[in-house]
């Protein structure tokens, strides 16, 4: 009984709800939440949110999110930034959606989506096909591509051998994307990346056109399934819609052996979060589950490399400067030779272990984790796979980060 009484204590009363009632007479939350104090939000120089289940789940503000993220900002007067493994929209629309819901985004306040981040990427692609061939800059940039070596690599490569010959740019090749998406994403990326290159093609997985041949890229991004509340007729037709795309994809990735597959982010969509569409690498299963069902021998490009969290850990230089968050800045962008990069007073609020929190393994930051979204009070108690005494802080949802 002394235990439940001081889970009761330690609880914040305002975040209590009904899903939440029954850890008290379990027993089992007491072994796992972890709050942090207000001396310890203090202490940070930045909070990193995620999104989707941590602010907002589908096109709703999570209860007390916006009360909370508002009172960290204007009155205790933190720095915040987000970032999302969120792939289907700009960070203009996610900055407008999460203004509607009352979130109170400015100007000071970033928001980075895995769409952005994919954009990103697909421009240092560019940027390394456009570097002249010489010195074995196109074959660094080429082991880049199918290696995927750190972009800190790549940027001394380059930088050295510009300041020592001195070339200019030049293009050296066109380029093709095929982008396997809904498509907000595509004309996203399309829209961004004509308006500075023009010998760059796109083509999109919705769009009835000859198969392409020679794609360099193939970015997977989120695709729609079918609205359950349509009727039975337009489900059918949607569920057509679904398959024709499939069918698009297992043409392409046939005709494109070797491809290099860019995924919009690695998410892995738990059974028990229901949403409208399919993450990534739920569709590119679906795209393999597709192929060899037409063809046994199907396989796809071995060729992949994800974007997002948690592996957008190269970004963190531009977070040093942005936020001047440690005096030892060139120490932690070049101490390659060192086992680890400082210790940065950044606390990462996620609701997901495999991104978020290993995300904050990778820049080396405290980890907050909400159980909000992806990750629920059952996944801790049974472990999966979790190690819950690597983070610093566990709690039911984000009201607790400003008591």
Sequence with gaps: MSNLKHMFLDYNPISISSK?????????????????????????????????????NNDKAIPLAVETFNKLKNEMNKKICIITNECRYSPKRIKKELRSLGFNIDNDIDVITASSLTLI????????????????????????????ISRKRYRKIVNSSLQTQKQ??????????????????????????????????????????PIPKDLDYVVIGTLSKNNQEENKEEKQEEKHNINSELE????WFKSNPKVSII???????????????????????????????????????????????????EFIDKFIERYNLTDSKDKLIDSENSPKSPKLKVLMVGDDYNSDIK????INCDKCLVLTGNTRLEDLNNNNNIDTSSINYIIPDVSYLAL
């Design 263 to 313: 995924l919009a982010n690695s998410n892995i969509q738990p059974d028990h979060r229901e949403i409208n569409y399919l993450e990534p690498i739920n569709l590119l299963k679906e795209i393999e589950k597709y192929g060899k069902n037409k063809d046994k021998d199907f396989e796809l490009p071995i060729d992949q490399i994800a974007v997002g969290k948690p592996y957008c850990s």
């Design 20 to 56: 939440y009632i029954n850890w008290f007479f379990s027993g089992s939350a007491g072994t796992v939440i972890k709050k942090p104090t207000p001396e310890n939000i203090n202490s940070y120089q930045l909070l990193i949110f995620s999104m989707n289940g941590v602010l907002r």
């Design 248 to 251: 698009n994809a297992f043409q």
């Design 359 to 362: 995300f904050a393994e990778n």
């Design 168 to 209: 200019t740019q030049t293009i050296v090749s066109s380029t093709k994307f095929g982008i396997i998406s809904d498509p907000e994403l595509f004309s996203y990326l399309k829209n961004s990346i004509t308006k500075k290159y023009h010998n760059v093609l796109f083509y999109h997985i919705k769009v009835n056109h």
């Design 121 to 148: 990427a697909l421009t240092n692609i560019l940027k390394w096909r456009h570097v002249s061939n010489s010195s074995g800059i196109q074959e660094e940039t080429e082991s880049y591509s199918s290696k995927y």
